[in-house]
């Protein structure tokens, strides 16, 4: 799907909308895009100081004032999550955007050689707290009148990759939970359930899994942030692709 630009300023003005992994690569990215078009972001990330640096550009640049949540996904439980709540309820009276951006690749290695302690945790960052997290929000998500809720995809849900671990498995099982919850939820709300694949993308991630590609090859994380704001306007309210792949034709 190829996405224009077509929006206006400040469309997003009084939108709530959280964004996890908002402190570094498409996380990042997408903060400051959503900022620039006037919503209340929520940052949430573990490292303090990469989000302090993200709120001082976001505060310098657009004029707005962030929430920082600190919270390491890793280490995320029912209480942590109830916890989030209650922080974000003092503040906001509902959640109009839910953003899964923060993931962990693990390691690159055989099925059989990954050890269970970074399978564990691999699957704690990227799937269990995303279900923890879409779980305890979305009555606050209710609350809105055309929420969204996005999951940050991979190509690697296309078809199982050697090498690629619990990453893959975590990604593939996000998918099918976004497409359970395209089925539970439509029917019901208004809340939107969307899975967006941005293709390869010059992260730390992506230098980390292929160390010897040319990351001038890659297109620039900032370059992806149009179709986030697709996904949140009232453009996609009508569309039955729930699985979004960026498309640079």
């Not at 879409?134 to 209710?142: R, W």
């Not at 992806?224 to 453009?235: A, C, G, N, P, Q």
Request: aromatic residues 8%; charged residues 25%; proline residues 3%.
């Amino acid at each position: 799907m190829k996405i224009k630009n077509c929006y206006e300023k400040k469309f997003l003005a009084e939108k709530n909308i959280l964004v996890t992994g908002a402190s570094k690569g498409i996380g990042r990215e997408v903060a400051m895009s959503l900022s620039e078009y006037g919503a209340n972001v929520i940052l949430l990330a573990r490292d303090e100081n990469d989000l302090d640096a993200v709120y001082d550009e976001i505060v310098h640049n657009h004029k707005t004032s962030p929430m920082i949540i600190k919270c390491d996904l890793n280490q995320l439980d029912e209480s942590k999550a109830q916890e989030i709540v209650n922080v974000l309820s003092e503040n906001i009276s509902c959640l109009d955007g839910l953003i899964h951006n923060a993931a962990i690749l693990g390691k690159m290695a055989s099925i059989i050689d990954y050890d269970l302690i970074t399978w564990n945790k691999v699957m704690q960052t990227n799937l269990t707290s995303s279900y923890l997290l879409t779980k305890f929000l979305s009555p606050m998500m209710e609350q809105s009148t055309n929420p969204r809720i996005i999951f940050t995809s991979s190509g690697v849900v296309k078809k199982g990759r050697a090498f690629w671990g619990a990453y893959a498995v975590s990604k593939t099982a996000i998918k099918s939970m976004s497409e359970i919850l395209q089925d539970e939820l439509e029917p019901i709300s208004n809340i939107k359930v969307f899975n967006f694949d941005p293709g390869a993308t010059r992260t730390s991630m992506r230098a980390f899994a292929y160390p010897a590609e040319d990351p001038k090859s890659l297109k620039d994380a900032s370059s992806i942030t149009d179709y986030y704001l697709w996904m949140l306007s009232d453009y996609s309210n009508h569309t039955n692709n729930r699985y979004i792949e960026f498309n640079q034709d």
